[in-house]
């Protein structure tokens, strides 16, 4: 087992077949080997089976400094909320005179 095949924070399945194995076509074998669907939620440091490398130089880019992580989330801001609307009728309760 190498730390490749370790679930890291924000990585995606196909973040881990691409890290492992160099090309995503890799992806339903992976799948097969880990007893898994490709796209179930992998839990941070759960361990994966991966099938053989079939592309050395996209393995070789990654290292424990550098690591595919697609499945990180975006925190959107709430939207402010509305004013609210005063309503006035004419001509008693309205703030200007003419």
Do not use: W
Not at 27 to 55: C, R, W, Y
Request: net charge negative; glycine share 6%; proline share 8%.
């Amino acid at each position: 087992m190498t730390d490749k095949n370790i679930v890291y924070q924000g990585q995606s399945f196909f973040d881990k077949v691409i890290e492992c194995t160099g090309d995503v076509e890799n992806a339903f074998a992976m799948a097969l080997l880990n007893g898994i669907n490709v796209t179930d939620h992998l839990e941070i440091g759960q361990v994966l089976k991966s099938p053989a490398v079939t592309k050395n130089q996209i393995v070789n880019i990654f290292n424990t400094k550098n690591r595919p992580a697609s499945a990180l989330s975006v925190l959107t801001p709430e939207p402010e909320p509305e004013p609210e609307l005063t309503a006035y009728e004419f001509p008693g309760e309205f703030p200007y005179s003419f």
